[in-house]
């Protein structure tokens, strides 16, 4: 039976009058619970919801697996002022929601959870008020979170540490956990004697900590003690300008070593502090370092030490500042450099500036990205002579102008099946993939033939007349699209083989709360 059909049958199964008196039978049913539930989880959550409708039978199967998207609570004075709603009223839904939540039949459903100030899609711009939460309703959310069995992912943000609350995040075990705080919030106690208690890290694979790397970020005027309840099982660290500090310490002081920790993402800010190397002692298995910056970061470029030859032996993946990589590049078989470390135009570099850093980076290089200014022809001569393995490169193909918002990728594919060349005297690229950044002139239709031409068009100038824009007006806030080459037949190493080509267009729509991206 095809989904339609299988919509048309509960719809008329709907379509039956039946009164409240009527007896559950089996027949209502028919098949048993757990094929019931083995064909609902193949089904989009709008035809589940219709299943509900039919009978309080298969409402009773059905209805928790609705629960298995993000719930959210945002029990916040300043999110309910800002959407005009009547506080008490609010807060005896939020109540009576979180009682449901917390039923027998729907608690071991709920996997994603979120406690936040505000829904996703609403603006944030208010950032210098502080989030004052209803702590009636936290503390209420904070009960409920051991009755979540299913429960593997938790986002907190600007909530106060109590003890109380502590306990309760100690006492699980989840595969992603998000804490963002905040320097105007109240989001941790400091006890008796000024001793801060550390803060339960309940992640067995992933963490975000403080990742907001919008310009309105207030820094926090502390560090934030934190305890690892996984470390040995922790996949993946992201923290932003306000978190990295506390996390270098954290990681640097705990116990564990973090064994299969393959990517660590961190602010450019504290590659200086004395916790930077001792932390990457404490991570032998790291594949992936990302090193940003943001939009608060000092132009002042921070001083790191050299890096023991010990350390990050299995790193394959750079990404980060360009002069930061010849420090992990010595004695490292690094196969992916991506020199830049934000995504503002003004962050790029002149060619100049790059030739010695790409000229001691190694010859097993087979993907690069890299943001300049220009591209003259002796940038292009020292990567071809310099990284004979190179099979992906991208200019500029990071470049986004800010828009604080929710940001939509559309990719445009053109019917063009172009070969592309690019060469410097005797030194040519045989490149699998070839990626750069552009600014379309405003006007034209994203997606139409002549968007597509354009498209076209730039990738013919490719890299003799690359001109992105021209540099005075790289500040302006327009919006940045990538031109991407793709070889059809990766056995075909013909250097004037086809590829497809298509065109990533960026869209930003209202402004909400930011993170790394």
């Known amino acids: ?9 509960l719809q008329s199964k709907f379509d039956r009058k039946k009164t409240k008196t009527q007896p559950i039978s089996n027949s209502d049913v028919i098949l048993p619970t757990e094929l019931w539930l083995q064909i609902l989880s193949l089904l989009p959550l709008d035809t589940v919801a219709t299943v509900t409708l039919i009978s309080r039978s298969l409402r009773w199967i059905a209805q928790p697996l609705l629960f298995k998207e993000d719930l959210a609570i945002h029990p916040f004075t300043i999110s309910i002022a800002y959407r005009r709603l009547q506080v008490d009223s609010y807060l005896a839904r939020c109540h009576d929601r979180l009682d449901f939540l917390s039923s027998p039949r729907i608690a071991p459903h709920i996997v994603k959870f979120s406690l936040t100030p505000f829904p996703a899609g609403h603006s944030l711009s208010r950032n210098s008020k502080p989030h004052i939460p209803e702590n009636e309703i936290v503390d209420h959310v904070f009960d409920v979170l051991p009755l979540f069995t299913g429960l593997r992912s938790l986002t907190i943000h600007s909530i106060k540490s109590t003890p109380e609350r502590m306990t309760i995040l100690r006492s699980l075990a989840l595969d992603y956990f998000e804490l963002e705080t905040r320097g105007d919030d109240i989001t941790w106690q400091k006890m008796r004697q000024g001793v801060t208690p550390p803060t339960p890290i309940p992640a067995q694979r ?24 996984h470390p040995t099982t922790l996949n993946q660290i992201n923290a932003g300008p306000n978190g990295t500090e506390s996390i270098l310490v954290a990681m640097s002081l705990s116990s564990s070593t973090f064994p299969r920790l393959h990517t660590l993402d961190i602010s450019a800010r504290y590659v200086s502090c004395a916790e930077f190397i001792p932390t990457l002692h404490q991570c032998p298995n790291l594949i992936t370092l990302r090193i940003r910056s943001s939009f608060t970061d000092s132009p002042v470029r921070p001083h790191m030490a050299p890096l023991p030859p010990q350390i990050l032996p299995s790193l394959s993946t750079y990404h980060g500042p360009p002069y ?3 420090f992990f590049a010595n004695n490292r078989d690094i196969r992916d450099f991506k020199l830049w470390s934000s995504r503002r135009p003004s962050s790029v570099v002149q060619p100049a500036k790059l030739v010695p850093i790409l000229q001691q980076l190694g010859v097993r290089i087979e993907a690069l990205e890299i943001g300049v200014t220009t591209l003259p022809p ?5 990567i071809a002579e310099n990284m004979p393995a190179l099979k992906s490169l991208a200019v500029n193909a990071h470049l986004a102008s800010y828009h604080p918002g929710v940001v939509t990728t559309h990719v445009a594919q053109t019917p063009f099946k172009p070969s592309i060349s690019i060469r410097e005297g005797s030194s040519q690229l045989n490149l699998d993939t070839l990626s750069f950044g552009v600014q379309i002139p405003d006007g034209v239709l994203v997606g ?13 100038k490719f890299p003799v007349q690359y001109d992105p824009t021209s540099w005075d007006q790289w500040a302006i806030e327009l919006a940045w699209s990538k031109i991407i080459w793709n070889r059809i037949d990766l056995t075909d190493r013909d250097l004037a083989a086809p590829g497809e080509l298509s065109i990533e267009h960026v869209e930003y729509h209202s402004a909400v709360f930011r993170t790394l991206d």
């Not at 039976?1 to 049958?9: I, P, T």
């Not at 002796?378 to 020292?382: R, T």
């Not at 033939?449 to 354009?454: D, R």
């Open 1 to 9: 039976m095809g989904l339609q059909e299988f919509k048309q049958a």
């Open 206 to 229: 992933v963490l975000s900590f403080n990742c907001d790397t919008s310009p309105h970020q207030v820094p926090i005027p502390a560090l934030v003690s934190l305890q690892f309840l």
């Open 378 to 382: 002796f940038l292009i001569s020292v």
């Open 324 to 326: 930061l990589a010849r």
């Open 448 to 460: 139409s033939s002549e968007y597509q031409e354009a498209g076209l068009a730039f990738l013919e």
